[in-house]
């Protein structure tokens, strides 16, 4: 089956054909990047607006570099939510128009879901259920159990900021650019470890420098570690480049020792035949190496998106979530919805 699927809803305007929710034909993503790089951040309207001037062009794109005709196209797939409203009305008003034009079921999907299917994009072999996923990006941190497609329970998630959300906060406090995630990254590679001591939030009750035993809650919170980090900086004053990178060290350390920690602990609770990281952070090589190192012992497999670009937004996961457990639409309109979860 090949779906034809659109993705808009964030800052990435994209359009893929995927073939079995695993082969991808064609991806093409327009990045808003330099865009919002003027404001440190995405400013909604002006991300509408860029959907609008771009989305015609990336699913002609998208057409071309499969070398397919709207006649092998079986279905057309859309991000429904969550995100922001008006980048969705673009996508879904796109996707509706063409399923309507073309005579193709139109095929609802759910962004966070697209997330969790990222990891199925490129493999030869389908991976083995249940998966336990720890998928986190800019707007959303969350551990998954997938139990069967379109099962999925929602072991935890973060109570306040997103990894990816604290890391681009980070960078604007250490004069990096947006987005914060890669520049945070680039700049640790220089830290040194044991400079500085930021702390890492447990959510259970745990003795002063000691670390959890077993973990019982699968929820994050960063915003603590945020005002940590912005405390520090305060207290530092104007930092040399060294003090910049150490501190990028240990801010990247703590984000990722809690995550890994939790998904060790969710897996020895489920003791699933692997685990996915996905999300625009698991483009970060510290965070999947943590991981590997972490279930190593364990002798279960990490995976991570088979390319850097299925991990930041795109549309080719949401083809692969549109095939594995997606909703087909039988109203006669399909309704953006910024807040969707599950
Ligand atoms: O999935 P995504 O493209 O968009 C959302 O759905 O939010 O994720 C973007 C987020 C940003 O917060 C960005 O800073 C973060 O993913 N990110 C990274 C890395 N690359 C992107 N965070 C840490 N390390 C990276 N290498
Ligand atoms: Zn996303």
Redesign the pocket.
Known sequence: MKILAIETS?D?TACAIVEDGMKVISSVIYSQIALHKLTHGTVPEVAARAHVGKIIPVVEEALFQSQLSIADIDAIAVTQGPGLIGSLIVGVTAAQVLAKMWGKPLLAVN?IWG?LYANFLGREQLPDLPILIISV????NDLVLLRKHGEMELLGQTQDDSA??A??KAARMLDLSY????E??KLAKLGRPGHFQLPRAWLQQVPTGLRPKEIHDFNFSFSGLKTALYTLVQKLGPLDEQVRADLAYEFQESVFDVMTTKLFGAWEKYRTPSVFIS???S??QR?RSLAIEKFNQADTAVFYPTKLSY???NAAMIGAAAFFASKKVTDPVLEPDPSLWN
């Open positions: 964030f990435e962004h997330h990006s800019g707007g959303h990816g959300e890391f681009d987005p914060g995630g890669p945070i990254e999300g625009g952070v483009a970060n965070f991990c930041t937004d």
